[in-house]
């Protein structure tokens, strides 16, 4: 298997997570042609249903859409949906447990700020 992908997570949805990151990074912009399967399957070498599957997840969500005998676009309001859902799911998956731990450690919300700036400003360094 190519070193593209995390053994810890299906194939098919590390693809589909590629896609989106285009998509949310401007590498793909609404209306876009997107990167047929066929395309998908030659460069990463692997299966062409795996790849089916997370494009077809997309589809099914708005994100693409097909044209037939053309190909696979971006949809409209594709990025916005995408950055809706990824800021829902970094609410559930970091900042409540993170204000779990703070609530039981005893760190006030401004000493919560701080720290996040203080983390912030050691990234952009």
Known sequence: MSKLFDDNKPIFLQVREKIEDQIVNNQLKEGEQAPSTNQLVNFYKINHVTVSKGVNQ????????????????????????????????????????????????????????????????????
């Open 58 to 125: 997309l589809v099914d969500e708005g994100i693409l859409y097909k044209k037939r005998g053309i190909g696979m676009f971006v949809a409209e309001g594709a990025k916005e949906k995408l950055i809706q859902k990824r800021k829902a799911a970094f609410v559930e998956d970091y900042i409540v447990s993170l204000v779990r731990e703070a609530n039981k450690l005893g760190i006030s919300l401004d000493e919560m700020i701080e720290l996040i700036k203080k983390v912030q400003g050691s990234d952009n360094q």
